[in-house]
């Protein structure tokens, strides 16, 4: 069955770096989309990042396009977020999820659990 | 293109009707919108995408419509498990996703 496990979630300082793995099983990444979306504590859902079914295209978010990076390693079937110069109003949980299809349009039917990052001095 | 969701909170009782709604600021291309819902703890769970097909192993008392700017989630009849956030997320544009603010849905 299809499952992802966030990890590398954890407490760092502001301006730090952390990056986040999701590790996925039940199907390819060579065949689908997978998201990060993210939950910030008494806030709403908000989309981090994509990366492509290829491998070759990541979109990102507004608020983390400069500082966070999308890759997947497809030989350990994981997808990782590398987040750089982390600010307090990245904390939050973050979740991975796979799309519904192969192709757009994008919706997310599979989520991990979620993994805690919190930014503080 | 911004989601805007209402009512902030829903006050309703098991066995009620909910109808929570989701209005973008532009017209949404191929209506491409989804609704989520999200449990404290929980990962989010899709219960509906293209405005109106339900996901797999969705109850049908929950029913989406809509289209253009004006999308609606509606719940037949509350049932206790139902109680929860309910997001609406749009696909296209820039960014590529996003969620609007969330309705809570409350005894």
């Known amino acids: 069955q299809v499952q992802l496990a966030e990890s590398g979630g954890g407490v760092v300082q502001p301006g730090t770096s952390l990056r986040l793995s999701c590790a996925v099983s039940?199907?390819?990444?060579?065949?689908?989309?997978v998201h990060w979306v993210r939950q910030a504590p008494r806030k709403g859902l908000e989309w981090v990042a994509v990366?492509?079914?290829?491998?070759?295209?990541?979109f990102y978010g507004d608020s983390v396009r400069g500082r966070f990076t999308i890759s997947r390693d497809t030989s350990r079937s994981t997808v990782f977020l590398q987040m750089n110069s982390l600010r307090p109003e990245d904390t939050a949980v973050y979740y991975c999820?796979?799309?519904?299809?192969?192709?757009?349009?994008?919706?997310?039917?599979?989520w991990g659990q979620g993994t805690l990052v919190t930014v503080s001095s | 293109i911004v989601l805007t969701q209402s009512p902030g909170t829903l006050s309703l009782s098991p066995g009620e009707r909910a109808t929570l709604s989701c209005r973008a600021s532009?017209?949404?291309?191929?209506?491409?919108l989804a609704w989520y819902q999200h449990k404290p703890g929980q990962a989010p769970r899709l219960l509906i995408y293209?405005?109106?097909t339900r996901a797999t192993g969705i109850p049908d008392r929950f029913s989406g419509s809509g289209s253009g700017t004006d999308f609606t989630l509606t719940i037949s009849r509350l049932e206790p498990e139902d109680f929860a956030v309910y997001y609406c997320?749009?696909?296209?544009?820039?960014?590529?996703?996003?969620f609007g603010g969330g309705t809570k849905v409350e005894i």
């Open positions: 999820a796979r799309d519904l299809l192969p192709s757009a349009p994008d919706y997310l039917d599979y």
């Open positions: 039940g199907f390819s990444l060579r065949s689908y989309e």
């Open positions: 990366i492509s079914y290829t491998g070759t295209t990541q």
């Open positions: 532009e017209s949404l291309s191929g209506n491409y």
């Open positions: 293209g405005a109106s």
């Open positions: 997320q749009r696909y296209g544009g820039s960014p590529l996703l996003a």
